[in-house]
């Protein structure tokens, strides 16, 4: 079978190519997916880069989320049929035409859900989720987030509306504001324009802002903590800039605010299923009705992955870039 592998760690763009793999034969308990469609998350390219927490053997199969259809079952499955559609996230081994899976994980897909949202589903919409219950803003509380056009943040302010948070989208682009009112988000603010924290001001009124969602690091959580109420939470969400976090003692100390960390993969190993099967159901509840809408930059083919790499690392994507099967 077809597939995207790396035989050494480095830049994605460089170092996945295409390869060939004997079709894998699940075991007790697992079944075997034909790949439909494969998103390019960043946690793929930072594994591929050798950068993650974890580190895969090599030569490795690129890929944690993705959506198919059921090809074979192992011994004892009982909950699935063959032919049946379904979804997962925190998988290994998605980019090829066929992987393995712990039956228990796969998620049937209805429908009303196309492929194109099924595939990116979990993996961030999950997360989102995680960091909202986490930071436990209630309807009618005021949260604001920075890298808002990307799939986290596309999500966060998708769900907020659905729940009636009141949510601020930073973007870095002013084209950005207008890529997410075009998704029926409102309360947006690109830094490109200088009085952005003025009008970041205006929308809650005499509100405080209570959490903030921070993607970026480096001066952009300091930014968002200045602008931030007393007693506040701005939760680490992720490190787009590559520095450290640069927050006024000030702010900290004077406004008794605090900062929390948030990773989606310790996170969920602390999950309860009954709390996952909650969350999936609320997101597939969402995309089903339309409230939940996650943009498509390019489609690539397994022959591809370099160039889909090089495309998922381009700024300024309007959404994800995939892989097809």
């Excluded at 943040?153 to 989208?169: D, E, L, S, Y």
């Excluded at 890529?179 to 324009?193: K, R």
Aim: hydrophobic letters at 45%.
């Amino acid at each position: 079978m077809r597939v995207i592998e790396y035989k050494a760690f480095g830049d994605p763009a460089e170092v996945l190519v295409s390869g060939e793999r004997p079709v894998p034969q699940p075991g007790p308990g697992e079944i075997r997916v034909r790949m439909t469609l494969s998103p390019i998350h960043n946690h793929d390219l930072w594994t591929i880069r050798g950068s993650y927490g974890v580190k895969p053997p090599l030569p490795a199969i690129g890929g944690t989320e993705a959506v198919g259809v059921v090809d074979a079952l192992g011994a004892g499955v009982a909950n699935l049929s063959v032919g049946q559609r379904v979804m997962a996230a925190g998988l290994t081994d998605t980019w090829a035409e066929y992987f393995l899976m712990n039956a228990q994980r796969a998620i049937p897909l209805p429908d009303s859900v196309p492929d194109e949202l099924g595939c990116q589903l979990v993996a961030m919409p999950i997360s989102a989720l995680m960091a909202l219950d986490d930071l436990g803003v209630k309807p009618g509380e005021w949260l604001i987030q920075n890298a808002a056009t990307g799939a986290v943040g596309k999500t966060i302010a998708m769900i907020c509306q659905a729940r009636g948070i009141n949510v601020i989208n930073v973007v870095r682009r002013d084209a950005g504001v207008g890529e997410l009112e075009a998704l029926g988000i409102s309360n947006n603010v690109s830094t490109q324009d200088p009085g952005w924290m003025d009008k970041v001001k205006m929308f809650p009124g005499s509100d405080p802002i209570l959490y903030a969602i921070d993607s970026v690091g480096a001066k952009e959580s300091g930014q968002l903590m200045s602008l931030l109420g007393e007693g506040a939470t701005l939760m680490s969400f992720g490190t787009m800039s590559g520095g450290n976090m640069e927050i006024s003692s000030g702010d900290l100390i004077f406004k008794q605010a605090k900062v929390v960390g948030f990773w989606g993969a310790k996170r969920s190993g602390k999950t309860a299923p009954v709390d996952f099967v909650r969350m999936i159901g609320e997101l597939i509840t969402l995309a089903s009705n339309g409230q939940l809408n996650l943009p498509v930059e390019d489609i690539y083919g397994l022959e591809d992955g370099a160039k889909a790499a090089a495309a998922s690392m381009e700024p300024g994507r309007k959404g994800k870039v995939l892989i097809r099967g």
